[in-house]
């Protein structure tokens, strides 16, 4: 790979993230509104797409008020990382074959390090913030991703275990035959809730938690710092979701008749209106609740799989 | 669990029912005909101004944003000479209407008053008055009043009777 093809890539790929994060401004609106029974948004051009131009312009202009309590340089920094390490996140993901940032061998490890640094900037925005209600949030956060991280990872290894390496192109490679979901179904399950405990997206955003916390750790931030956060989370779900396709459904896998990168993205974006589907059914559960499903269940249920993954591969390798 | 996954089916199927919005420019709201909106001064059959300018309506506003000057013709009927409905301040609560002794205050079914200057929120009488009965066709209050103003003689009225000479009950 020539070196510009290689900038073509990233800067097609930061592109692309970031105009998809910013386009599901619109596609949350308008389908939880039509999960609704409402319209949504529909008046600014074609079918209210330019919403999105819209809110991000009143995000601009909104006064961007730093409180004199707070701790600046880390209130200024805690909503760069969420952005950051989500995106950083995306150098791992195949899109299509050859297309990919950097295919690191350790591909996997990489993408739980980047989300396990995704949470600082909720721990930090909380913190600096220096408000009971933003600490309370922070904290939550803190201790529903310690949880929800570790499972996430162990729930990655079972696919690991059958492919024989982190590398997510060889992941998706090896489901030529047979999507890993089929292999895997309790993991891809697992992952997937995690998934959601990781991006705090509801039902389990408890770290903001409007109706106990306010905003929880963003409930001082305003303007662009607040839109970050916002973005950050965008580019969460999209992570996620390109994360599902990648490892349980095949990646860029699909008959023929179109691309594969066609592929990815289709099945990355019924993930994410999956996404979108569960904030518009389900409620929130309660702190504690969210603990005990993450400890007492779905850890001993994601080592189970990974017990039998591993004794039924040792069988079959004879 | 299984309550978990049927909500979320449920949920999903609602992609497919009819939806509720209502689109408003393009498609009006039914509005009821005693629905409460842009208040009118309304006007009698014979096409006189209904109001007596007795105060009332002013007195029950509990938002103070009605203002008028009563004043009387060459008749003695009672007009207003000036009639003001602050629009800014009014909540549409209908209870001028409730006070109004004559019909001729009434509040009709028009919400579509937004206007760029706050100024032209305020209604002058000519703004107010309209050519109609509004929702009491037939009412004429001078023509059951008691007193004469030129619209029927003293005693002249529907259910009334001619004044009684009281020097004649002298014993
Ligand atoms: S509707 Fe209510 S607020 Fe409006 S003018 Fe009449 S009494 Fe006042
Ligand atoms: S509108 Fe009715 S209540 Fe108000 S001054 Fe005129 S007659 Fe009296």
Redesign the pocket.
Known sequence: MTVTQHVLIVVGVLFVMLNIAAGLIWVERRMLALWQDRLGPNRAGPLGIFIVVADTLKLFFKEDWIPPFADKKVFVLAPAIVVGSALLSFVIIPFAPGIVVADLNVGLLFFLAMSSIGVYSIVLGGWASNNKYSLLGALRGASQMIAYEVFMGLSLMGVVMLTGSFKLSDIVAAQQDMWFIIKQPVAAIIFFIAGIAETHRLPFDIPEAESELIAGFHAEYSGMKFGMFFVGEYIGITLISSMMTTMFFGGWLGPAFLPPWAWFFIKTFAFILFFILLRASLPRPRYDQLMETGWKILLPLVLVNLLVTGAVALWTRG | MFSHIRTIWLTFLHLFKKKVTIEYPEEKVKLHPRWRGRIV?TKDPDGGE?????????AACPVDCIA?QATEDENGRRY?EFFRINFSRCIFCGF?EE????Y??QLIPDFEMGEYKRQNLVFEKEDLLINSQGKYPGYNFYQVAGIQAGVKGKGEGDNEEPPVDVHSLLP
């Open positions: 001064l209904r109001c007596v300018g007795c105060y009332l309506c002013a008028l207003p001028c006070a109004c002794p004559t001729a205050i």
